[in-house]
């Protein structure tokens, strides 16, 4: 059950504004009249309507209540909050709502981020499933196969050692012509099971690899997600503190982001983000690995790398970035140059992946604290 997160005149409120949007989404109008009678008789929107109207009242209701615009991400947050999400997922997002009176764009995108890679772990556990499965039916395949051959045999020999009797040979060779027959048949019949098993269990490969990127990717920028960034963190920490090598971590921060969205639109905010990612990878090269950690915030991993070359990587993005004027595409309106600010830390001995991130985001924070697009070494 969703709990309640308004009080009852603002859900008369809100109610009214869904309804509103609804019709326009469904193109209907305000009229009360009535549809015709008899199915034959209902237009394709009415016929939509009748099938999902009610999951759309609600998951604008949804939207209302949490202050999201009618996007397509922010759909899809209402519709697993509705629908597709579990019942820890649904009080994840209430507990969001409660929490911060409403849920806003960054905020959307970092639950949907969290919902997706859960439900893509339990796409990849299915196939896993279908994988122990195919391979049970392919052993059964070859041992049936098997036991074909070995029949087969035995009934070669006993049929063999008739031929030398003149009355049964010619019944003999009969029986030899129809067991040849049959194993030709049977053989067939189970290469092409090999077969099919076969193509299925490639199509499964190329599914659970797609399966591994989309889990372990950044649906906007295409770059590693979160998840993937704390998987190779964690591998990089034990490397450098057993060969004593240094490493770094940096968080970087979009200036102003939510005076963009607000000004310009959340497309234009996307476009940003994407602006964004590309310079740092593309600045980054084989010297660093770059992820989105979330909403308008990268994280940037340098292994084998200190704090000085690791901040002259980072200035490369900041040069580049001065020395773009974006424009709002849809509307033609200056943006402006985008700035980061930057937060790095260096590993000290023995140090965990958690106190080294918590020292690279609290220089981050002083960063933006000093007056943003600027650099702060954590000491």
Aim: charged share 25%.
């Amino acid at each position: 059950m969703a709990m309640n997160f308004i009080s009852t005149n603002q859900e008369r409120n809100e109610s009214e504004r869904s309804g509103h949007l609804l019709g326009w989404l469904l193109g209907r109008g305000t009229s009360s009249e009535q549809p015709p009678n008899g199915r034959e008789q209902f237009s394709q929107v009415e016929r939509f309507q009748l099938r999902h109207g009610m999951l759309i009242e609600q998951i604008c209701a949804f939207l209302a209540r949490a202050g999201l615009d009618p996007i397509p991400d922010h759909f899809e947050l209402g519709w697993l909050y509705l629908a597709g999400a579990t019942f820890t997922q649904r009080h994840m997002i209430e507990a969001h709502m409660l929490e911060h009176g409403g849920i806003s764009p960054v905020a959307a995108v970092d639950l949907l981020d969290k919902i997706r890679t859960v439900l893509s772990e339990r796409e990849l556990t299915k196939m896993v499933d279908t994988v122990k499965a195919d391979i049970i039916e392919v052993t059964a395949t070859t041992g049936k196969s098997g036991r074909e051959a070995a029949d087969f045999g035995a009934a070669l020999g006993v049929s063999m050692s008739e031929l030398g009797d003149p009355k049964t040979a010619e019944a003999t060779v009969e029986k030899l012509q129809k067991l040849a027959s049959d194993m030709v048949e049977r053989t067939a019949r189970a290469e092409a099971e090999l077969k099919a098993r076969s193509k299925a269990m490639s199509q499964l490969r190329g599914r659970l690899a797609q399966s591994q990127k989309e889990a372990m990717s950044d649906a906007l920028t295409d770059l590693p997600n979160r998840r993937a960034f704390d998987l190779q963190l964690a591998q990089a920490i034990e490397a450098a503190h057993l060969a004593k090598h240094p490493l770094s971590v940096a968080f970087c921060d979009i200036d102003h982001f939510k005076r963009v969205n607000d000004t310009h639109g959340r497309a234009t905010g996307d476009r940003v983000i994407r602006h964004v990612a590309q310079i740092l990878k593309s600045c980054a090269g084989a010297k660093a690995h770059v992820a989105r950690h979330g909403g308008e915030e990268y994280a940037m991993l340098f292994e084998g790398l200190g704090p000085v070359p690791s901040c002259d990587l980072l200035n490369q993005a900041r040069a580049r970035l001065d020395a773009k004027r974006l424009i709002a595409r849809d509307t033609g309106k200056p943006i402006g140059a985008v700035t980061i600010s930057c937060g790095v830390a260096t590993i000290q001995p023995g140090e965990t992946a958690t106190g080294l991130l918590g020292r690279a985001d609290q220089a981050m924070h002083e960063a933006k604290n000093a007056g943003r697009d600027r650099i702060i070494v954590s000491r």
